[in-house]
Each structure stands twice: as C-alpha cells, then as structure tokens.
C-alpha cells in the first residue's frame, strides 16, 4: 500500500472517498468525510469536522474546534479562526429533516474569519475580507470588507495582508506593509 502525501495524525478519521490534497495536515481528532475535498497544503487543527461536499482550497488553515458543514466552500489562503461557526440551515428543528434546504455559504480567495465569528448559511464572504472575533455574519460581506459586532456591521476595509487601510480625499490607500496601492470606488475597494 502506497503511503499518503498528507499527514494525519493517528487519531484522526479520514472516510473512504475523502480527497485530500498533497502536504496536508490533519491534527488529533478530526474527523474528514466521504465527499469533503481539501486542496493541497492545507492544515486541519485539533477537533475539526469537514463534512460531505465541503470544498477548501489550496493552503486553508482551519483551526481547532472548526466544523464546516455541508454547503461551504472556501477558495485558496482562507484563514478559519478557533471556535468559528458556519451553519448550514436556516430554521433548523430537531423534528424537521431539511437536509434537502442546505443554503450554500462561499469563503474568497483570501479571507479570514476570526475566533468565535458565526456565518449564518446562504451569505458569502468576498474575497480578503476580514471578520472580527466573535462577529455574526447575517448578510454577504463584500471583498476587503473588515466587519465586527453581532449582528456585523463593517467599519472599514482591510489590505491582502491584513491592515486596516485608511483612504485619502482621492480614495487611495497604501498597505504598510506591502506597499501595495487600493482605490477605493464607488464603495468598492480594488487592488491597484
């Protein structure tokens, strides 16, 4: 039998007909299920769930206590923080079987999701943008957004490298430190 090009670690549960990418990592206690699909160089912390269908990109980092459910995907460098939450039903009921009503929540290229946050199902997360610990996402978030508070609210715009930007009268910002340029437009924020 031909050795895995990931790592697991013994204690963790990794289903037949999980796909999972080469140079992974899978800490104590996780369990990957049948469909879920982890990019290459990802790295799964301790206690995390994956379940059937969930896509992660290339180099995802999911920190411990982590379950993402059905229905959500996440593009290539997301950052998932400790204890974050995704849902996956909107009315959910004990007596009420919904796995047929999944709403789908997509994560872009980029993102990160601080500790504790909850993204409540069928809102998307734009790429880069940055939810503060403990935020309750209940609607989409738009790319380099910075959102805190319950339920979030965004209260400025964030660099690819994680700093907050701050614009001048023309609408320009400079991160500090990548020296990349952003313009800010017509509500938008853009990568110059």
């Known amino acids: 039998m031909e050795a895995p090009d990931f790592f697991a670690h013994p204690t963790a549960v990794i ?9 992974s990592k899978i800490w104590h206690f996780t369990h990957v299920m049948a469909g879920a699909e982890l990019g290459p160089q990802c790295n799964l912390g301790q206690n995390v769930v994956i379940s059937p269908g969930v896509r992660l990109g290339r180099n995802v980092k999911v920190q411990n206590n982590v379950s993402i459910y059905t229905g959500v995907t996440c593009d290539d460098d997301v950052f998932l923080g400790p204890s974050c939450v995704f849902t996956n039903v909107i009315n959910p009921r004990s007596a009420v079987n919904r796995r047929d009503q999944y709403a789908t929540t997509h994560v872009g290229r980029g993102a990160s999701i601080g500790a504790n946050a909850t993204i409540v199902c069928g809102h998307d997360i734009g790429a880069f943008a940055f939810i503060g610990a403990g935020a309750v996402v209940t609607k989409d978030v738009p790319p380099y957004a910075l959102v805190v508070g319950n339920p979030s609210r965004q209260i400025g715009w964030m660099s690819e490298f994680g700093h907050r930007l701050e614009f001048d009268a023309h609408g320009t910002a400079t991160c500090p430190e990548s020296g990349a340029h952003y313009e800010l ?7 110059r």
Not at 15 to 23: C, K, L, S, V
């Open 15 to 23: 289903d037949d007909g999980a796909r999972i990418g080469a140079g």
């Open 185 to 191: 437009r017509d509500g938008s924020v853009f990568k």
